[in-house]
């Protein structure tokens, strides 16, 4: 098409073509109905009463003229245009003012393309549209002005329950251009109320607010059940895993003010868990800051609600979600969730249902420039377990032990959970790094319990030496650090009476062969002092020697002993220095290997008897004896007692 048109044709003898210029034409009190019957798109709308002025028409067709509109829509809806138009080119800017404009008649448009149905819904607007016609018969389509979909309520196509609703969903100082370059989008503000959504995560990991879209070719989906698995996902050639591809940028340019929330539920589904696990979030409100993909800095976010009616949560922090790297800071904090809600959870990774506790949980997630890091800080009140549920998926975790010790004299748990990583790993999984930090909290529990439990003790520190009692090899005496070693431990197990302690007696035969001959000599030598001193048999391990006395007592052993001893010319024993006595002494010691295991009987022995006047000797389970190290000994001395927690 030219700019004005072909040029006229003359008429016939030459004379000049006709011309005409028209004041006004109206329309008014008239009726007009809309009706396809097309099996695809079938529609019925009415137009009554509709009213049309047009203002200074003429021939020429570059010339605007006036257009004023006032109709009634399907009896309840009006809408108002006035404005100018011109015809050739294509040229218009109009106010287009709409109150409560019916919507449900879309859906003869949408019902092959949406798993919901919209049974009601209005579109009120006052802005300014225009239309120019482009070369290349392309279209500059603009809008600026304000507009609200209001009481708005959406249903499940197949079940026909309540899928979404809300009462206005308002778009204020819209700035609206597409047709020459990017197209471009700018809302001063969006507010949301009174509104109200079902969202179900599938048995797949599927959320169904991804399925309100429809393939026309695929049978209904339902937005409000839960749905079966889904198709496996494809593996990439060889089996490898495909690398998440490089964002890129919207094909628009998109700004949004701020978006306001304010009386909102959401009912939740879990389905991927079994049994399922539900939760509703109700009195939703809060607002979103300026972002769009233009925007370096992010917005602002406050949000808060509560969980099933009484448990308070609050986000905050910023997001930049239209940025080709989406930047989001956000920390959130939850207080007195109740935990049996959450039992389905724990049934099906730990095989335990919750019986009682609550849930307070503070969360920081950084995600800026793909890398994503979240601190996770859970605090866990009155946390106990029933009876365990036999389950396919559970994880062989030791959670009633760990509960045990990871809690304080008042029953809280405090745990820190951070993960990091990167979204362009195709291996990277939130869910999945959380839990295998979890899964690592609880074994780092059973492997080196103490260590916990010392961090709860004023000074902290030193776990991982209370987990066992060394000993002098051949003896199974408590030196003065043993005990202020084994008061730690007690003091830990004061504070936590599910646990029992298990006590396990090592004996290194190698080292405690020639040191329990050195240990029957010592004993020789203080039964000597004691029936010397008049001190009772059991006091043997309290007393103290002075200078010389020893040596005095090994001499009274020596001379006593019947073994082979050196002698002089005329038959008498030789007198030996002390050093060579001893040593004398213990190469004629007998050890049998019955005493060996007796040897680390009585080492735990002596630990249980030392703790038996702090916890209850109940809380005590002295095991068999071992001879040898132990493969996963590491520092720990070989001729010790183990200590362990169940």
Not at 415 to 425: A, K, R, Y
Not at 498 to 512: C, E, F, N, Q, S
Not at 523 to 535: M, N, P, T, V, Y
Not at 606 to 617: E, K, M
């Amino acid at each position: 098409a030219q700019p004005n048109g072909p040029a006229p044709v003359p008429a016939a003898g030459g004379a000049p073509p006709w011309r005409y210029q028209i004041g006004a034409i109206a329309l008014e009190k008239t009726a007009i109905t809309l009706l396809d019957e097309s099996p695809r798109h079938p529609l019925r709308a009415t137009i009554a009463p509709l009213d049309v002025n047009l203002k200074n028409v003429t021939n020429d067709f570059a010339k605007p003229f006036g257009v004023a509109i006032d109709a009634t829509v399907n009896r309840g809806g009006t809408l108002k245009v006035t404005g100018e138009t011109a015809l050739q080119p294509l040229k218009a800017k109009l106010r287009v003012v709409t109150r409560r404009i019916d919507l449900t008649p879309a859906n003869d448009f949408i019902a092959d393309r949406m798993n919901a149905t919209i049974t009601r819904a209005t579109l009120t607007s006052d802005g300014e549209a225009s239309v120019i016609a482009a070369p290349r018969r392309a279209l500059r389509l603009g809008y600026r002005g304000n507009a609200t979909l209001g009481d708005v309520r959406m249903l499940d196509k197949l079940t026909h329950d309540l899928f979404t609703r809300w009462r206005t969903l308002s778009f204020s100082r819209i700035d609206f251009t597409m047709g020459q370059g990017k197209p471009r989008v700018d809302v001063g503000a969006i507010a949301l109320s009174s509104f109200y959504a079902r969202v179900i995560l599938n048995r797949d990991a599927r959320l169904n607010l991804s399925e309100i879209m429809a393939n026309p070719r695929q049978a209904p989906t339902s937005l409000t059940r839960a749905q079966p698995n889904g198709p496996a996902p494809v593996p990439a050639a060889g089996g490898a895993p495909v690398a998440a591809a490089a964002p890129k940028p919207l094909p628009a340019d998109i700004r949004v003010g701020r978006i306001l929330l304010r009386h909102g539920e959401i009912n939740y589904t879990d389905d991927f868990i079994r049994p399922n696990y539900s939760a509703d979030l109700t009195a939703v409100a809060g607002r979103i800051g300026a972002f769009g993909t233009g925007l370096a800095t992010p917005a602002d976010v406050v949000l808060t609600g509560l969980v099933n009616g009484n448990a308070p949560i609050d986000i905050n922090g910023s997001i930049n979600p239209l940025t080709p790297m989406a930047y989001i800071n956000i920390k959130a904090h939850a207080d007195q969730i109740d935990l049996p809600a959450l039992s389905a959870y724990s049934t099906k990774y730990t095989g335990y249902p919750i019986t009682s506790g609550t849930l307070a949980v503070d969360v920081h997630y950084l995600l800026d420039q793909q890398k994503l890091t979240a601190q996770n800080h859970i605090r866990i009140d009155q946390l106990t377990f029933g009876d365990k549920v036999p389950q396919p998926s559970v994880y062989n975790l030791p959670l009633r032990l760990a509960v045990a010790i990871l809690k304080d004299p008042q029953g809280r748990i405090n745990l820190d959970i951070p993960v990091s990583g990167s979204l362009n790993d195709p291996q990277f999984s939130l869910g999945g790094l959380i839990w295998r930090v979890f899964s690592n909290l609880i074994m780092n529990a059973i492997t080196s319990p103490f260590q916990l439990l010392a961090a709860a003790l004023p000074g902290g520190g030193g776990g991982a030496q209370l987990s066992y009692v060394g000993f002098k090899p051949g003896f199974a005496r408590l030196s003065a650090d043993d005990r202020s070693k084994l008061d730690k431990v007690a003091a830990a197990l004061k504070q936590r009476a599910a646990l029992k302690l298990k006590i396990t007696g090592r004996v290194d035969p190698a080292l405690d062969t020639p040191g329990l001959r050195a240990a029957m000599l010592d004993e020789l030598i203080r039964r000597q002092k004691a029936k010397a001193s008049g001190a009772p048999p059991a006091s043997l391990e309290s007393l103290v020697f002075s200078d010389g006395d020893y040596d005095k007592y090994l001499t009274i052993v020596y001379k006593d002993a019947a073994i082979p001893k050196p002698r002089d010319l005329v038959g008498l024993a030789k007198s030996l220095p002390p050093a060579e006595m001893k040593k004398l002494l213990i190469a004629h010691m007998k050890v049998t290997p019955a005493d060996l295991p007796k040897l680390g009987q009585a080492r735990a022995a002596a630990v249980r008897d030392y703790l038996a006047a702090q916890i209850a000797p109940a809380r005590m389970d002295v095991a068999p004896a071992k001879i040898g190290a132990g493969k996963s000994a590491g520092n720990k001395p070989p001729t010790r007692v183990d200590l362990s927690l169940e």
